[in-house]
């Protein structure tokens, strides 16, 4: 029986609904005058259940304007099928980007993300633009839901991301001197870092640095403050929580690539100077008929460097339409990433960039292309859930040493 979403309720939409005159139904309601046709009292009987539905979801709710407290936040036991969750080694992360407007509104987004994956990452409300839409005046609310469901359900949480060339608020002026610039990225990631100490088990700290030919991106923190800007952010957020895992994250580099080389030159140079790089982040926004080349090899070189890795945003766009060999093409790639990452024990954390068709940047960022998460729009597995699936059973050799 297929389930459909409407208005936020579930209705059964397989056979109609119990006829509205039966002996519950009147003793239920006040007398009234007795409507001319049966239609009438059909959509008398909805109206009052749902206004019914509505008061009950307020209630639990905890009546904050719907938006559920910590305690609410508690999700139903798991799906019959088989979960990502429950399918991962118990050192493994399986992670997705949560997008909060659906975390707030949507309880089958909700029971989902719950019951797949035991790690979360913000897609967009940690962001310094989201974070700190005008001097001192931090949201925290949607970052504090995110991490209070995130509790509530067991999962760890990855911040994203504190320095970044994108997402500065747009009352930060380049006009600045060097010195207030690198004061007040000093106090961002202090500030941030700070409130989710112990909340947070790793930030992405700088995020993209590198330009596609490998050398420093432009950004307003290159040019005020000089290639110095990386190994200050590090030490601010290990100053500010020692106990959380820095990464520096990037795209582009989940093969052997120019760019992964430079980034490779880039951690190990940092490494060097004492700069607290604990962890590489490789985003892999993939498509699905481009395989990065020796993606485990990759991993393993910068893992020699002594740091922890992570695959940080993953998702395997298609160019639509989406068809049953394509999806096909898609579980297979992301099985292979799953896979290069278990095959290298510092692989600490596999993470989404979104879970379901219905809420992925793809969609809007690379026209032409989507149908790039496990589940489709209905929140229904697609064969690279059960790819996915299928590779976290995989059994493994303990490895070596
Ligand atoms: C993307 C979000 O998914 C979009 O919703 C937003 O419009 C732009 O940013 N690399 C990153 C992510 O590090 O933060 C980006 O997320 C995707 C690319």
């Given amino acids: 029986m297929a389930e459909e979403v409407r208005g936020g309720t579930v209705c059964a939409s397989g056979p109609a609904a119990p006829e509205p005159d039966t002996p519950r139904l009147r003793a239920l309601l006040p007398p009234l005058r007795p409507p001319a046709d049966r239609r009438r009292w059909i959509a008398v009987a909805v109206v009052l259940l749902l206004l019914v539905v509505v008061a009950v979801s307020c209630v639990d709710a905890g009546g904050d ?7 609410a936040w508690q999700t139903p036991a798991g799906p019959d099928r088989p979960t990502l969750r429950r399918a991962a080694p118990p050192n493994v992360r399986i992670g997705t980007a949560v997008d909060s407007r659906l975390l707030d509104t949507d309880p089958r987004y909700r029971s989902t993300l719950a019951a797949d994956f035991n790690a979360v990452t913000p897609e967009y409300v940690m962001k310094w633009a989201a974070l700190e839409r005008a001097p001192d005046r931090y949201d925290w609310e949607p970052p504090d839901r995110l991490v209070a469901f995130a509790e509530a359900n067991g999962q760890a949480v990855y911040g ?4 970044w060339h994108s997402s500065v608020p747009a009352w930060v002026s380049e006009s600045w001197s060097p010195a207030q610039l690198r004061e007040l990225l000093r106090k961002h990631i202090t500030t941030v870092v700070s409130r989710y100490r112990g909340k947070v088990w790793a930030w992405d700290v700088v995020n993209e640095a590198l330009a596609e030919n490998g050398t420093l ?15 200050d952010a590090f030490r601010w957020a290990h ?10 994250n990037d795209y582009g580099t989940e093969g052997r690539t120019k760019k992964a ?5 880039l951690v190990r140079q940092l490494r060097s100077q004492g700069v607290p790089v604990q962890g590489v982040g490789f985003q ?11 993606i485990a090899g990759n991993l393993r070189r910068f893992a020699a460097l002594g740091v922890a890795v992570a695959v940080t945003e993953l998702d395997v ?5 989406a068809t ?3 999806l096909v093409g898609q579980a297979l790639l992301y099985q292979h990433v799953l896979e290069a990452c278990l095959a290298v024990p510092t692989c600490e954390s596999f993470t989404l960039w979104g879970f379901t068709d219905a809420s992925s940047w793809i969609t809007y960022h690379y026209p032409g292309y989507g149908a790039a998460c496990v589940f489709d729009g209905e929140l229904k597995p697609k064969p690279a859930h059960a790819s996915l699936i299928a590779e976290l059973r995989e059994p493994r050799s303990a490895p070596p040493g």
Wanted: charged share 30%; proline share 10%.
């Fill in 261 to 265: 080389d430079a980034l490779w030159r």
């Fill in 217 to 231: 991106r432009q950004s307003i923190w290159l040019r005020k403050l000089g290639p110095g800007y990386l190994a």
């Fill in 65 to 71: 304007g719907g938006r559920p407290s910590s305690a």
């Fill in 160 to 163: 994203h991301a504190l320095v």
């Fill in 284 to 294: 892999s926004h993939l498509r699905a008929d481009q395989d990065p080349t020796d």
């Fill in 317 to 321: 766009r298609l160019q639509l339409p």
């Fill in 324 to 326: 049953p060999e394509k």
């Fill in 239 to 248: 100053e500010a929580d020692p106990d959380a895992r820095l990464f520096i």
